[in-house]
């Protein structure tokens, strides 16, 4: 019996000491810097050398010039009661983008007759270099009382269209009268009010180049610049995709909600999908900012028809990065930032190998830093 003990202890010791060994190639305390091979150096180098530095949020990213930013950036303020949308836009399109949707509005109708027109009023505005606008109040939809507005505003100045939707009540018909009683403020008027704060955010929200970096308070938005920082709850949109390789983009999101865990302690499935396999995950810090990332390997990429309808998923093989900051402690001033990265190998005539990979996302986020004057 002894020697059947010690003849266990020589088999299980290697397997106990030898398990949390494999588990530290997932979970390292930094994602170190590959060895590349002149070659590999040569062609990461073509991709990198060329990084200008970009605005999102209050963070600055030094990224390549080959990625260009999508043509449509999302921005969700004051907890979903404000929608704000902005894209680079030639001015005659522009015109004839208003004016369709100014006959569409007319020509909506409500299913009950009794609630009126679809459109109830029309507000021009005036904007700064020439610039041109307007403010539609509608019904929010066809099939709820006209009690229930959107104000629906579009400003176009110096080659960017920025548009804003915002939630608004005008309750003051009579045959509200009674449902006023017992909800004045579903079914009063803050229309006035709801006008004058989209002629404010206007007025906050200017037209920026991608490349322009703000030196004032305030946060970047695609095509444009928040002035000044408020306590409002921010959830902003974005994304950079190759010129020429495609499924080669980062997509950049940034809020204000608190997480219940951060990244690294997320279940696997969280970031595989069950289509892929953790290649590395970990955490370090650059610029005084603390990153978690999780990198995976697997089939993560949308097949698509003649028309751009989506497929599903195919076949392809490829990478899908992730990093996170402030994950579970976002305020204000230090909001939550997430990227990601993805790359399909199968579309790039002169792929990137997985060292390669590696230190474009390492160089990448280790740019990443709160920008000058911000605050």
Not at 171 to 198: C, H
Not at 205 to 217: A, F, S, V, W
Not at 353 to 369: H, P, Y
Request: hydrophobic content about 35%; overall charge negative; proline content about 6%.
């Amino acid at each position: 019996m002894k020697q059947i003990a010690n003849l266990i202890r020589v088999i299980v010791l290697p397997m106990v000491i030898t398990i949390p060994l494999v588990g530290c190639h997932y979970l390292q305390k930094d994602i170190g810097m590959e060895n590349l091979s002149a070659s590999e150096q040569q062609h990461i180098s073509q991709l990198l050398s060329q990084s200008p530095t970009r605005g999102f949020s209050v963070y600055l990213i030094d990224l390549p010039s080959v990625f260009k930013p999508n043509k449509e950036m999302e921005f969700i303020y004051k907890n979903h009661n404000v929608n704000i949308k902005t894209r680079q836009q030639y001015r005659p399109a522009f015109k004839q983008m208003i004016a369709l949707r100014e006959q569409e509005l007319k020509h909506t109708r409500p299913i009950d007759i009794i609630d009126g027109t679809f459109l109830k009023n029309s507000y021009p505005i005036q904007a700064a270099n020439n610039g041109e606008g307007i403010i539609f109040e509608r019904m929010e939809d066809t099939s709820t009382p006209d009690s229930a507005r959107i104000l629906e505003g579009y400003r176009w100045q110096d080659g960017v269209t920025l548009k804003i939707e915002i939630n608004a009540q005008n309750g003051l018909a009579s045959r509200y009268d009674e449902d006023r009683k017992e909800s004045p403020r579903l079914y009063g008027n803050n229309v006035p009010d709801k006008l004058q704060e989209m002629h404010r955010l206007f007025e906050r929200i200017q037209p920026r180049d991608d490349l322009q970096i703000p030196t004032e308070r305030g946060i970047c938005l695609g095509y444009s610049f928040m002035q000044e920082i408020d306590e409002a709850w921010k959830d902003i949109y974005f994304g950079y995709t190759h010129e020429r390789i495609e499924d080669f983009n980062f997509v950049l999101s940034s809020d204000d909600f608190a997480e219940d865990y951060p990244l690294l302690k997320k279940p696997t499935n969280y970031f595989t999908e069950g289509r892929g396999k953790t290649i590395y995950k970990g955490r370090r810090e650059s610029h005084g900012l603390q990153i978690e990332e999780w990198i995976v390997k697997g089939s993560y990429f949308v097949a698509k028809d003649a028309y751009d309808e989506s497929l599903g998923y195919n076949d392809d093989i490829g990478y899908k990065f992730l990093m996170t900051i402030h994950m579970t402690d976002p305020t204000p001033k230090t909001p939550k930032l997430y990227m990601k990265m993805y790359y399909n190998p199968h579309k790039d005539s002169t792929p990137y190998n997985e060292k390669e990979l590696m230190v474009i996302w390492k160089t990448i986020t280790g740019s990443i830093r709160v920008r000058p004057g911000a605050f």
